[in-house]
């Protein structure tokens, strides 16, 4: 009975090749190919796909400082806004009449009794400033009365004797 | 820099200090500061240069310049009214004029109804002086008219008599005139730093005011018998009563100890408050175109029965605006305002200070000229009422005022500007 049709005699030589190439054969570890056993195009494709994924990192962190930064800083700036209408601006550098603020900022009509928020207390440490009476420093000076829905603005005038007075306008 | 400058002698600079001297070229007349520290007045060369005073004060390119020479006279001894009413029609008319006299130390006025019959203003004036010279009390106040160049007339006598003079002639009936002097506005007010708005009284003179409240004092003036707050204050307190200490009066000044401070350091710091602000657009110390007003007052000139060539009104502007030199112009000096003298007065210290190079102004002014004592009065050209002017007092320190015709210091002033 001839089923097997074996076409070359199979040798003791040819069995131990065969043995050969069948224990030769790759087997994948059950972790996974090391790179290594990769051939050298594959490695160089993976050391640059490493390469790029580590500058977008970088890029994604850097980015992310820089969205915190413009978070802070506009935080600061609205902060900023708000300090402006709620509080007093700094006029230290701004051109005085006599010693004392342009326009002054009052809780009330100009009176002994109402200090304007920005008039130049005298200061007795320093020697500085002198004491508000009610009255204006300087010809043209103004004073605006925050509490006043409307007439809140006066401006200083000279009177005949020499002194000055407060004119609502 | 001081090594430098002993081995420099006469070292000019651009922007000077206190003290420095200030002197003209004698051909371009431009100043130029020397370093006071410098200066050896025999190693100028006075063929160039011209010496001409101290600088007493300096902010920004202006610079305060006092004259090397001053003097004592009057604010003012003749003063003047302009006259009106009268009618000049050719018919027989008859004004008034209230006078003080002698008569009950000079404390009640009469009244001269003087006659005439005029067309003219130079008839009047003619007919006026007719009367002023046959009546013994015009006469003897040597009354005149004249004609001012703008054809008014004015009326004018000798005020070295009694300030009440100045202050209680007046006309009525058929005639008017106006208040003396009416050229010479006055201010009555001085802001002082604590607030007040008062007259006399507010602090030019550190030095002397220290010196002359340190020792009990029992004027109610300076010793409160009230209680006192800050801005209560127009003149000052003695330390003692500042303290509660003094043997005239109890403690009322707890409340200027809450402010200020205790003890002397802190009657220093009230002392403080009572200097003016300045620049200040109030009261007298707004008064700050001192050239102006000497200029007005200068050039009040009179003539009268007595006196025939052209004299001054007002002593203390004239002096100061014929000042004059080879460098020197008519008119570049002025008898200095109430805020000029703040700010030299700051520096003074001679006078209670016996040494006269205590201060830089005096270290000058010792080696060119005249010195400035805090314990003389000077002259302000600031007018305070109708026969005051405001002056620096030699005996408290302060800014008093006095009448017009009393005689005190006067030191010219000017203002040169830094190129």
Redesign the interface.
């Known amino acids: 009975m001839e089923k097997f049709i074996y076409k070359e005699k199979l040798t003791s030589q040819k069995l131990n090749q065969m043995v050969d190439e069948i224990e030769g054969k790759y087997e994948k570890p059950s972790n996974g190919i090391p790179q290594n056993d990769l051939s050298e195009d594959v490695k160089t494709s993976l050391v640059k796909a490493d390469t790029a994924l580590q500058k977008l990192s970088e890029l994604t962190s850097e980015t992310n400082k820089a969205l915190s930064l413009l978070e802070i800083q506009a935080k600061s700036l609205d902060s900023a806004v708000t300090n402006i209408v709620h509080t007093t601006v700094d006029d230290s550098a701004l051109p005085t ?3 004392q603020p342009m326009i002054l900022f009052g809780e009330g009509t100009p009176q ?1 009794s109402v200090v304007p928020k920005n008039w130049k207390q ?1 200061d ?2 320093t ?1 500085e ?5 009610g ?5 043209g000076q103004q004073y605006i009365n925050e509490s006043a829905t409307a007439n809140g603005r006066y401006i ?1 005038v ?1 009177q005949n ?4 007075k407060w004119i609502n306008f | 820099m001081d090594k430098l400058l002993t081995n420099m002698n006469n070292v000019f600079v651009r922007f000077p200090e206190i003290g420095d001297v200030v002197v003209k070229d004698i051909e371009t007349k431009t100043p130029h500061y020397i370093k006071l520290d410098s200066f050896i007045k025999t190693e100028l060369d006075e063929s160039v240069y011209e010496i001409i005073g101290a600088v007493a004060w300096r902010e920004h390119d202006k610079v305060l310049v006092v004259y090397k020479e001053n003097t004592s006279t009057q604010y003012m001894n003749r003063p003047w009214w302009y006259l009106s009413g009268y009618t000049l029609d050719g018919t027989d008319r008859t004004g008034t004029l209230s006078i003080r006299v002698p008569d009950d130390n000079w404390n009640a006025n009469v009244e001269k109804v003087i006659p005439y019959n005029a067309t003219s203003a130079e008839e009047l004036v003619g007919q006026l002086n007719g009367f002023f010279e046959g009546d013994a009390d015009c006469n003897a106040q040597d009354w005149y008219a004249n004609i001012e160049e703008d054809g008014s007339v004015r009326i004018h006598c000798a005020g070295t008599m009694a300030w009440q003079i100045f202050s209680y002639t007046t006309a009525k009936a058929g005639f008017a005139l106006t208040s003396c002097a009416p050229e010479i ?1 006055a ?3 001085i ?7 008062g007259g006399y009284g507010s602090i030019f003179s550190m030095q002397r005011a220290m010196e002359a409240f340190t020792p009990d004092l029992s004027p109610e003036s300076y010793n409160p018998s009230t209680d006192v707050k ?2 209560d204050v127009i003149r000052p307190i003695t330390l003692p009563a500042y303290l509660g200490e003094s043997q005239y009066q109890s403690d009322h000044c707890k409340a200027l100890r809450e ?3 205790e003890g002397r350091d802190g009657w220093l ?2 002392l ?2 009572l ?1 003016p ?1 300045a ?6 110390m ?1 008064k700050r175109n001192g050239k102006e007003r000497t200029d007005i007052m200068a050039q009040k000139m009179f003539t009268s029965r007595i006196v025939s060539e052209p004299k001054a009104m007002c002593n203390a502007a004239y002096y100061c605006s014929n000042v004059n030199s080879r460098t020197v112009d008519k008119g570049e000096f002025w008898l200095p305002t109430a805020d000029e003298l703040s700010y030299i007065f700051k520096t003074i210290e001679y006078g209670t200070d016996s040494n006269c190079n205590t201060d830089p102004i005096n270290r000058c002014l010792s080696q060119i000229g005249n010195t400035i004592s805090n314990k003389t009065h000077w002259w302000s050209c600031c007018r305070c009422g109708v026969n005051g002017a405001w002056y620096v007092s030699g005996n408290w320190g302060f800014l008093n005022y006095d009448y017009v015709h009393s005689t005190f210091r006067v030191l010219p002033v000017s203002l040169y500007t830094v190129r």
């Open positions: 009449l006599c010693g002994v005298y007795p440490a020697g400033g002198y004491d508000w009476n009255l204006p420093s300087a010809i200083a000279l004797n020499g002194t000055l | 506005d201010d009555y007010v802001r002082r730093k604590n607030g007040n708005n800050p801005m402010r200020y401070g710091k009230f403080e408050s200097r602000v620049p200040c657009d109030y009261g007298t707004r």
